[in-house]
């Protein structure tokens, strides 16, 4: 049959007069434990607080992602219409260069 030992948990440093020596092998224990418990929350925390970052960044990259493919849409649009305007020069010029000449 197990024996449990009902022990308050201290995490850091022991209480004032209490020396380690006078510590049973059990308190010792559960004093790791309840600093490894802290030390765990505290890294736990840490953890959601990085996640929380990395989800408001996968955000931020979506957006940025959306408006650059709007840019290039846009880009090309406009490449299209400086073709035109182009083709549509370049064939005034040919008209113009036919006046002159004729």
């Not at 059990?26 to 434990?33: K, M, T, V």
């Not at 890294?43 to 990085?50: T, V």
Request: charged content about 35%.
């Amino acid at each position: 049959m197990d024996k449990t030992v009902k022990i308050p948990a201290i995490s850091g440093d022991l209480p004032k007069g209490v020396a380690k020596d006078n510590l049973t092998k059990e308190q010792n224990l559960a004093i790791e434990l309840a600093t490894k418990n802290t030390q765990l929350e505290e890294e736990k925390k840490k953890s959601l607080e990085q996640q929380k970052s990395i989800e408001q960044l996968k955000e931020i990259l979506k957006q940025e992602q959306a408006k650059s493919a709007e840019l290039a849409k846009k880009t090309d649009e406009q490449e299209a219409r400086v073709k035109e305007l182009s083709d549509a020069l370049s064939k005034i010029s040919v008209i113009a260069a036919a006046g002159k000449a004729g």
